[in-house]
């Protein structure tokens, strides 16, 4: 009997695969969603709808034909991929703040995740994909709304989706990144929606076009991950594919997500280190 008992806890102190450990991470993050999602509706999925109606149908009815000029289409169904982007850009920019400074000081989540075999690395990789598949099915919600409501121009649209959820990953990684270094709220998180999310929702092209931008202000949107993941959604929703800007999009939004994935992965392993060091000097004492 106590040689099964000791085999059974050596079993389950055995360390995850690398993928089985991010698995475990999306897991524990599903268990909790799938009890509690109504919580995030509003904010996830009636913010972007709000914005559809207002603009598309409202404030759209005022704008010429015209303001399609180029991609082929009226006000509604230009702007309608553009806020497929925003809706997946909003929801990484939101998951990727409070929610990991939560893991690290207040409910401290990470933490006790740190004490079983998992890595720091298995641990930021499985957070950012779960904030990646949440962010999936929202941006994928909303698609079906935008198709119900007549604001789909191509059947091409549904790949729409991958570039918007590319652009919101790589919000994912950058924003996560950044909050891991964040010892207490204060004001950094406001300021990051403030002067961080809010102008790249308003100056990528999401309710005009950016050459009606001054020169000096386009780089603007050239270097916002929001422009390019809106380019793919537009290209998407009108069956418009140019192959080199595309690829352009592409390889622009996948360098920041691996970027930002590293740092995360980075700054995680740095927390980890301390807190272990923090409890090394509280057992001297």
């Known amino acids: 009997m106590a040689t099964a008992s000791t085999s059974s806890v050596r079993t389950t102190r055995q360390a995850p695969g690398r993928l089985a450990g991010v698995g475990l991470v999306v897991e524990h993050y599903w268990t909790w969603y799938h009890r509690n999602w109504r919580a995030t509706v509003v904010s996830s999925v009636l913010q972007p709808l709000l914005f559809l109606l207002a ?13 399609g000029e180029g991609v082929g289409g009226d006000y509604l169904g230009w702007l ?104 207490s709220e204060g004001n950094a998180f406001s300021a ?22 001054p020169d000096w202000a386009r780089w603007l949107a050239w270097v916002s991950p929001l422009w390019h993941g809106t380019e793919l959604a537009r290209a998407a929703g009108f069956g418009q594919w140019r192959p080199l800007a595309l690829s352009g999009h592409v390889a622009y939004l996948g360098a920041l997500l691996v970027v930002g994935a590293a740092l995360l992965v980075r700054n995680f392993r740095r927390r980890s280190e301390e807190h272990t060091s923090e409890l090394q000097s509280l057992r001297h004492l």
């Not at 941006?139 to 991958?162: I, K, Y």
């Open 80 to 183: 309608a991929p553009a806020l497929l982007a925003v809706t997946a850009v909003q929801s990484a920019a939101f998951e990727g703040t409070y929610p990991v400074l939560s893991g690290f000081i207040w409910q401290r989540i990470y933490l006790g995740m740190a004490a079983s075999p998992l890595t720091p690395a298995q641990i930021a990789l499985g957070h950012l994909s779960w904030v990646v598949l949440k962010m999936t099915g929202t941006a994928a919600v909303f698609l079906v709304v935008v198709v119900l409501l007549g604001g789909a121009r191509s059947p091409w649209v549904v790949l729409a989706l991958p570039g918007a959820v590319l652009a919101g990953a790589a919000c994912a990684a950058l924003v996560m990144a950044y909050a891991a270094t964040r010892e």
């Open 192 to 213: 990051l929606f403030r002067f961080g999310v809010v102008p790249m929702i308003l100056f990528s092209g999401t309710f005009f076009p950016i050459d009606r931008l």
């Open 55 to 67: 603009f598309g149908f409202g404030f759209g009815t005022l704008v010429a034909d015209r303001a």
